[in-house]
């Protein structure tokens, strides 16, 4: 049986360097920086005190005033960036099966600020009746697949997805296999994350996860840097709607790209650390290239992790070259945490939407704050520079805590 082609007909972004795909890709090229110090809560007593953070972005722009009172952060950006997709997309109410129009949408962490005010809520009175009505589907994860759905009135398959740092990938993913097996001619897929909170700083600083370069925060998201020391949290969404190739060519939808192979794989290791040398990570590169059928030699550009932890950006720059062996000093890669930090479960949707936009305008924004390359770190990460470069084939990464590791392989249809 032939399988059925998955392209890529819209996509929306709300990110800390800017809110919808042009400014957002304007950003990248021009290499903004979206980390400044934190303005959510008072940080005195916090190891790290900044992190890259929407900014101006106003949901009553989109929403209305009491609906956006009853969802979390997280679900607001969702919500719009699906809004945007849409728009996108060209797609309207008319002539579109909403049966066979689907709905994978993750968070990491889900609603963490509608978790910790509830909390503080509840303890400073003593009485659940202070509770709001509103607090569990305001919190849970799943929310903005359903959300989603209920305002597009889209009934296909619908579920969230949580597996960490690779979660929006996973959701693309699954959205891709649903696709290419019958199950939907279209699917809303990506992720959202809202959880730059004092939970969640606190929780990874005591980690020793984040960066605590207080003095430096411009310069703390820098993979592959020798110097790194920690992540950056960041926060929005990246959401994509997938159609069917034919579906798309009969209402004449603009495609972006065709998405040929994924690689989905587990490490089997650690709760946080990744396998040694990469391993899990390069299965996953490989499945994805066995999947879409062509060389690993094909692969143009890879839109990598790159966290800017220790561990990550040399077992990530192992796992390329165990994959790719020569080929690998060939590639162009890049990190755009180094601009937009580390969104969580929204990293892949934001990455992915990254690399899309790369390949059709075959530019590679640079990976900024790139001073001095690890030694063990010797590829091609387009430090400080965009790389001018046509791109057929190019592969983005997410790498999950608890050893979730997903690699999205596109290609540029030509059509």
Same mark, same amino acid.
């Given at each position: 049986?032939?399988?059925?082609?998955?392209?890529?007909?819209?996509?929306?972004?709300?990110?800390?360097?800017?809110?919808?795909? &042009?400014?957002?890709?304007?950003?990248?090229?021009?290499?903004?920086?979206?980390?400044?110090?934190?303005?959510?809560?008072?940080?005195?007593? =916090?190891?790290?005190? =900044?992190? /890259?953070?929407?900014?101006?972005?106003?949901?009553?722009?989109?929403? &209305?005033?009491?609906?956006?009172?009853?969802?979390?952060?997280?679900?607001?950006?969702?919500?719009?960036?699906?809004?945007?997709?849409?728009? &996108?997309?060209?797609?309207?109410? %008319?002539?579109?099966?909403?049966?066979?129009?689907?709905?994978?949408?993750?968070?990491?962490?889900?609603?963490?600020?509608?978790? #910790?005010?509830?909390?503080?809520?509840?303890?400073?009175?003593?009485?659940?009746?202070?509770?709001?009505?509103?607090?569990? $589907?305001?919190?849970?994860? %799943?929310?903005?697949?359903?959300?989603?759905?209920?305002?597009?009135?889209?009934?296909?398959?619908?579920?969230?997805?949580?597996?960490?740092?690779?979660?929006?990938?996973?959701?693309?993913?699954?959205?891709?296999?649903?696709?290419?097996?019958?199950?939907?001619?279209?699917?809303?897929?990506?992720?959202?994350?809202?959880?730059?909170?004092?939970?969640?700083?606190?929780?990874?600083?005591?980690?020793?996860?984040?960066?605590?370069?207080?003095?430096?925060?411009?310069?703390?998201?820098?993979?592959?840097?020798?110097?790194?020391? !920690?992540?950056?949290?960041?926060?929005?969404?990246?959401?994509?709607?997938?159609?069917?190739?034919?579906?798309?060519?009969?209402?004449?939808?603009?495609?972006?790209? #065709?998405?040929?192979?994924?690689?989905?794989?587990?490490?089997?290791?650690?709760?946080?650390? $990744?396998?040694?040398?990469?391993?899990?990570?390069?299965?996953?590169?490989?499945?994805?290239?066995?999947?879409? !059928?062509?060389?690993?030699?094909?692969?143009?550009?890879?839109?990598?992790?790159?966290?800017?932890?220790?561990?990550?950006?040399?077992?990530?720059?192992?796992?390329?070259?165990?994959?790719?062996?020569?080929?690998?000093?060939?590639?162009?890669?890049?990190?755009?945490?180094?601009?937009?930090?580390?969104?969580? !479960?929204?990293?892949?949707?934001?990455?992915?939407?990254?690399?899309?936009?790369?390949?059709?305008?075959?530019?590679? *924004? *640079?990976?900024?704050?790139?001073?001095? $390359?690890? $030694?063990?770190? &010797?590829?091609?990460?387009?430090?400080?520079?965009?790389?001018?470069?046509?791109?057929? =084939?190019?592969?983005?990464?997410?790498?999950?805590?608890?050893?979730?590791? /997903?690699?999205?392989?596109?290609?540029?249809?030509?059509?």
């Amino acid at each position: 049986m032939n399988k059925r082609r998955v392209v890529v007909t819209g996509m929306g972004a709300v990110t800390p360097i800017g809110i919808g795909l &042009d400014n957002f890709w304007e950003a990248l090229l021009n290499g903004r920086n979206g980390v400044e110090p934190i303005t959510k809560f008072n940080t005195d007593k =916090f190891d790290t005190r =900044f992190a /890259a953070e929407v900014k101006n972005f106003n949901v009553e722009d989109y929403l &209305d005033k009491k609906e956006a009172r009853r969802l979390d952060p997280f679900n607001q950006y969702a919500i719009v960036t699906a809004i945007m997709a849409m728009e &996108d997309s060209g797609l309207s109410d %008319d002539g579109v099966d909403k049966e066979r129009f689907g709905v994978i949408y993750g968070s990491g962490i889900g609603g963490m600020i509608t978790l #910790e005010k509830q909390h503080w809520l509840y303890f400073e009175n003593k009485d659940p009746h202070k509770i709001s009505p509103f607090f569990v $589907p305001m919190m849970i994860s %799943d929310m903005a697949a359903g959300q989603i759905s209920i305002r597009f009135g889209l009934k296909g398959p619908n579920y969230a997805t949580t597996s960490a740092c690779a979660t929006s990938s996973h959701a693309i993913a699954d959205a891709f296999i649903l696709i290419q097996r019958g199950s939907a001619d279209l699917m809303m897929c990506g992720g959202s994350e809202a959880a730059i909170t004092e939970m969640s700083i606190g929780g990874f600083n005591a980690m020793r996860a984040l960066s605590t370069w207080n003095n430096r925060y411009s310069e703390a998201s820098r993979p592959f840097d020798v110097e790194r020391n !920690g992540f950056v949290m960041g926060e929005g969404a990246g959401t994509l709607i997938l159609e069917e190739y034919e579906h798309a060519r009969k209402r004449g939808a603009k495609i972006y790209v #065709e998405i040929s192979g994924i690689g989905l794989t587990g490490d089997a290791y650690h709760i946080t650390a $990744p396998s040694p040398n990469g391993e899990g990570a390069a299965r996953s590169m490989k499945a994805a290239i066995q999947d879409a !059928g062509i060389e690993p030699g094909d692969v143009d550009y890879i839109n990598a992790h790159g966290t800017s932890t220790p561990y990550n950006d040399v077992t990530e720059t192992r796992a390329i070259k165990s994959t790719f062996g020569d080929h690998a000093f060939d590639l162009v890669i890049n990190s755009t945490k180094s601009m937009t930090g580390h969104l969580l !479960g929204a990293a892949g949707g934001v990455e992915a939407i990254a690399t899309v936009l790369s390949m059709m305008n075959n530019k590679i *924004p *640079p990976t900024i704050n790139l001073d001095n $390359p690890d $030694p063990e770190c &010797d590829l091609n990460y387009s430090a400080k520079k965009v790389t001018d470069k046509k791109i057929k =084939f190019a592969i983005s990464n997410t790498f999950g805590f608890g050893g979730h590791n /997903a690699s999205i392989l596109f290609k540029k249809t030509g059509d």
